[in-house]
């Protein structure tokens, strides 16, 4: 059982967190107990990872059931649910293969590595890829650099080179910034940006890109990440639009809170890696496959993407009702996203909302300094989104009225 805690905290372990002072202990469906027996609403999901919530009566069996059997054999045998899962993706991706790793940074990585060898198996050997502002795409070397934030940047160059940064939903930079340059070999955003503050890319745009990397032969890569598997009302965020991208990093809410990441790629991407080009131990374990086959499995059983869109929708409407006064004062500047991929932008700094909403009960998360991020399991119903709405908005409400 857990290990008693005297207060909430860690010296030992590395201090990479700015934490909340508590420590949990169990959940169930999208609550969730800490060691002093406190419950919380669950609106973070662990950042948008808990597809199902929490102790998921057909998830549990399953992995209990797997633990028993393999949870690792290692990439020199044949996993057969690595084949189960990849179908399955492709099926609902529309693309065509896929590459198995263990977290969201790795499959950007990977998707790093196949433009750049789609790149050099075309001639091209300084390969450039473009990536956006605001964007996030994990923490290795590669992947901070290609991220927009030069805070996460900070204290880690020399940057990996091969990145050209333009602003969102702008056409004309986009095509600026490339302009003469036969070294592109690929564009890479999110199709919502989940770290920058909950920032979409216009259906329109999203199409443009996917004809100018048509018409320049360049990889239309869309890491689904945070807003993929089903978080808003479809399988995957890019959909909304009608596109297909060339490649698609998964991770996050893929297994439920069991480590994996997935690169999907579509007949222009799945034959650039040959065996010895790229590889992961964990990656493709048998207790992570499982876990990837059953969230699917039971996302389609219990309808979980209808319900993603009606309580996200619910949710987003009960907020811009509760918060109506404050719009219209732009002291909240806009609530957006979709789905259950929500955030609230407010015109001040709000992080100290996190601590607030824990002492009510609520689980939250702040990212881009101002904008609150509601990222809860798939299977919130209603009444909670109301909850989530009642613990929360009084809260924005309080900081809004103390002097800046
Ligand atoms: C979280 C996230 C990542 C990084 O995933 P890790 O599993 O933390 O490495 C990459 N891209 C997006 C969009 C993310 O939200």
Same mark, same amino acid.
């Given at each position: ?31 969730v ?6 419950s ?7 950042i ?7 102790n998921h ?20 045998y044949h ?10 993706l492709?099926e ?5 293969n ?7 940074l ?14 050099h ?7 450039e ?5 605001k ?8 992947t ?16 990996v080179e ?9 056409m ?6 490339t ?17 920058g503050?909950?920032n ?5 745009y999203?199409?443009?890109?996917r004809q ?32 297909k991208?060339?490649?698609? *990093?998964?991770?996050? !809410?893929?297994?439920? &809170?069991?480590?994996?990441? @997935?690169?999907? +790629? =579509?007949?222009?991407?799945?034959? %650039?890696?040959? *065996?010895?080009?790229? !590889?992961?131990?964990? &990656?493709g374990?048998?207790? @992570?496959?499982? +876990? =990837?086959?059953?969230t699917?499995? %039971?996302?389609e ?5 209808s319900?993603a ?7 987003? +409407? ?38 607030q909403c824990?002492?009510?009960g609520?689980?939250?998360s ?9 990222v809860?399991p ?5 009444a909670e989104a ?19």
């Amino acid at each position: 059982m857990d290990t008693p805690f005297i207060e909430a905290s860690s010296p030992h372990v590395m201090n990479t967190y700015g934490r909340v002072p508590i420590a949990l202990s169990h959940g169930q469906g999208c609550r969730v107990w800490d060691v002093n027996g406190k419950s919380y609403l669950d609106a973070l999901g662990g950042i948008a990872v808990n597809t199902l919530g929490h102790n998921h009566p057909k998830l549990v069996p399953a992995l209990q059931d797997q633990l028993a059997k393999l949870i690792h054999t290692s990439n020199y045998y044949h996993v057969p649910n690595q084949e189960v899962l990849a179908k399955k993706l492709v099926e609902l991706s529309g693309m065509s293969n896929v590459f198995f790793c263990s977290t969201g940074l790795e499959a950007n990585e990977a998707a790093l590595k196949l433009a750049r060898k789609f790149g050099h198996d075309k001639g091209i050997e300084r390969p450039e890829i473009v990536v956006y502002e605001k964007a996030f795409h994990g923490r290795s070397l590669a992947t901070l650099s290609a991220t927009g934030n030069p805070k996460i940047q900070a204290g880690f160059g020399p940057l990996v080179e091969g990145f050209i940064r333009v602003p969102l939903n702008n056409m004309e930079s986009l095509l600026a910034a490339t302009a003469n340059n036969p070294n592109v070999v690929a564009v890479f955003f999110e199709a919502i940006q989940g770290e920058g503050g909950i920032n979409t890319m216009h259906l329109d745009y999203l199409k443009a890109v996917r004809q100018l990397c048509d018409q320049r032969d360049w990889l239309l890569m869309i890491d689904e990440v945070q807003c993929g598997m089903g978080r808003t009302g479809k399988w995957f965020a890019h959909q909304w639009a009608g596109i297909k991208p060339d490649v698609m *990093p998964l991770a996050k !809410g893929l297994g439920s &809170g069991v480590p994996i990441g @997935a690169v999907v +790629a =579509g007949p222009r991407a799945a034959n %650039i890696f040959q *065996p010895g080009n790229h !590889g992961t131990t964990f &990656g493709g374990n048998p207790l @992570a496959m499982r +876990a =990837g086959v059953e969230t699917i499995r %039971i996302m389609e059983e219990d309808g979980l993407l209808s319900n993603a869109a009606k309580v996200g929708a619910h949710l987003a +409407a009960a907020l811009a009702q509760a918060l109506k006064a404050e719009l219209a004062s732009q002291a909240v500047k806009e609530i957006r996203g979709q789905g259950l991929m929500l955030g609230i932008e407010l015109a001040k700094p709000c992080a100290a909302l996190v601590g607030q909403c824990a002492a009510s009960g609520l689980l939250i998360s702040v990212t881009a300094d101002t904008v609150i991020r509601l990222v809860p399991p798939l299977i919130m119903n209603t009444a909670e989104a109301d909850e989530v709405v009642s613990i929360l908005c009084p809260l924005i409400k309080q900081l809004l009225l103390e002097a800046a």
